[in-house]
């Protein structure tokens, strides 16, 4: 028996990608033997239909189950019209998740857990997008890439400038975005689904303030 996690490296001891479509790596892995093979994900900076895509992936896999951070409506409905099982809510690291599979400790996810096009962001451009100003609530900021947190309303540019995505460095993966309104999931998943997104934003962080560093260091 074989399940797929989405993964953010190409190892067991990687943590487990909370976004499905836009994860780095599928692990295929049986939880029985713990032997696995990592899959890059070909369609990681796609435009569009990457969800789809990532499910016809896994599908032709022949796997039983999928382990993951969250699922978009999509690739929900094309896993389950493959027999596929979808676990959605998943973090640690891929061994971890593979080992409580196993022991029979996931409940299967009967929806999307996210809207499309999660982790994604507004739209495709490489831009700052409309954010980071300060107007109304949390705007949609970071253009294509950055997704819909981050911004603090309508301003401070209006599309394609700054080179920020996808990812803020090089070889960083796409940044999950904040839905200001997510689909109705239980309060426990939306948790789960919040901490892992924060999770990204702070190594996001971390990884502009080290460009920032080297880029100085270059005057």
Partial sequence: MKIAITASKSALSSPVDPRFGRCPYFIIIDPETMEFEANENTNLYGASGVGIQAAQFVANKGVKALLTGSCGPNAFQTLQAAGIEVIT????????????????????????????????????????????????????????????????????????????APGMAPGDPAMPSFNPNPPSIPPEDEVKTLQQQAEYLQQQMNNITKRIEELKKMK
Avoid at 89 to 115: C, D, H, I, R
């Fill in 89 to 164: 809510g998943v973090s640690g690291t891929v061994q971890e998740a593979a080992t409580l599979y196993k022991e029979k400790n996931f409940k299967s996810t009967p929806q999307a857990n996210v809207a499309s096009h999660f982790g994604m962001g507004a739209g495709t451009g490489s831009g700052m997008g409309q954010g980071m100003g300060m107007g109304q609530g949390m705007g949609r900021g970071m253009g294509g890439g950055m997704g819909r947190g981050m911004g603090m309303g309508r301003g401070m540019g209006q599309g394609q400038g700054m080179g920020m």
